[in-house]
């Protein structure tokens, strides 16, 4: 599940403009961690949100096990 939410806000000193619209979404994903045999682990991750605010998001990083 995911929540999104959009704001706008304008002030030019003539016309002033603000809205906000929220979204809810699911969110769809894979991700998988490589044991390298040490205690430094790669991993990956891919996400893809559905909702009127799509979005795909792909994550990269290291763990460090503190064992």
């Given at each position: ?32 961690n ?21 979005q ?7 763990k460090?096990?503190?064992?």
């Amino acid at each position: 599940m995911s929540l999104g939410t959009v704001k706008v806000k304008y002030d030019d000193g003539n016309i002033r403009y603000k809205d906000t619209n929220s979204e809810l979404g699911l969110n769809l994903g894979i991700g998988t961690n490589l044991n390298l045999g040490g205690s430094i682990k790669p991993f990956a991750e891919f996400k893809f949100t559905i909702s009127d605010f799509d979005q795909a998001v792909l994550f990269f990083g290291v763990k460090y096990d503190l064992k």
